[in-house]
């Protein structure tokens, strides 16, 4: 109980808050990409984390973990905690959802696929920036 007291403090919640402003603006980019400007699944959701990225990476490091380190090691680690749980939650959401909905056409598959990629990019990217990127004591 204690370790999920630990887990689910203030600082969760100031990344959830963090996470809607974030995933507002970054759905708008990705579906604005994919269903208005016509890009491909992959050039789409790349644009909500790389522009999405951006504003979280200042939000969070300020807002929700407090984090001072003017160090060049907590950008880089903030990129490699992005980079990795994007290509793991959209590479396990893309084919998974392409089976589930096999019958369904391309784009609803894919539109299908972004929203599940989100969910799980959203529980991996938690863990990554509280636990790695934005470590307290670093």
């Known amino acids: ?34 269903n208005l400007l016509h890009f491909s699944y992959w050039v789409s959701s790349a644009a909500n984390y790389i522009f999405g990225s951006i504003l979280s990476y200042f939000l969070n490091k300020h807002f929700t ?3 001072k380190s003017r160090s060049w090691k907590t950008v880089l680690k903030f990129v490699v905690n992005i980079s990795v ?5 959209y590479g396990v959401a893309k084919p998974a959802v392409s089976w589930l909905l096999a ?3 391309t784009s609803i598959q894919e539109n299908g696929a972004m929203l599940v990629g989100m969910g799980l990019f959203v529980i991996l990217n938690y863990f990554g920036q509280r636990f790695f ?3 307290k004591g670093e």
């Open 1 to 34: 109980m204690k370790k999920l007291q630990k887990i689910f403090d203030k600082t969760f919640w100031k990344f959830i808050m963090v996470g809607i402003v974030n995933t507002l603006f970054g759905t708008a980019v990705m579906f604005s990409f994919y």
């Open 103 to 105: 019958d369904a056409s």
């Open 85 to 89: 749980c994007y290509l793991v939650a």
């Open 65 to 67: 973990f407090q984090n």
């Open 133 to 135: 990127a934005f470590k």
